[in-house]
Nanobody
Framework: VQLQAFGGGLVQAGGSLRLSCTSS????????MGWFRQPPGKEREFVAA????????TYADSVKGRFAISREYAKNAVYLQMNDLRPDDTAVYYC?????????????????WGQGTLVTVSS
């Protein structure tokens, strides 16, 4: 089972990026999915999550109104649309699949993790 995140890069403040996460070896249709990030020199933190059916979504306060998480079952994919990016959004971003159908921001809820993709926001 493998999760792969991609779509990171260098962007100016105020710009947008869309991160994608795909799975191989297994579909996570019945699992909650989440995005986390680790800023330079800091601990990994929660960004966004959605339930197995996409009906409920939760966001870290720091990204509410700017980021949007979504999923596409046909492609076994999860996305993170990031708008109005700020320099403090600079981080390695990780996608993860939870053990169950619902999850909030607790990293212990997540069993499968992808490799990260680096997002750098310049001022």
């Amino acid at each position: 089972v493998q999760l792969q995140a991609f779509g990171g890069g260098l962007v100016q403040a105020g710009g947008s990026l869309r991160l994608s996460c795909t799975s191989s070896g297994r579909a996570f249709s019945n699992n909650a999915m989440g995005w986390f990030r680790q800023p330079p020199g800091k601990e990994r933190e929660f960004v966004a999550a959605l339930t197995w059916n996409g009906a409920y979504k939760t966001y870290a306060d720091s990204v509410k109104g700017r980021f949007a998480i979504s999923r596409e079952y046909a492609k076994n994919a999860v996305y993170l649309q990031m708008n109005d990016l700020r320099p403090d959004d600079t981080a390695v971003y990780y996608c993860a699949a939870a053990r169950g159908a619902r999850s909030g921001g607790a990293q212990s809820d997540y069993r499968y993790w992808g490799q990260g993709t680096l997002v750098t926001v310049s001022s």
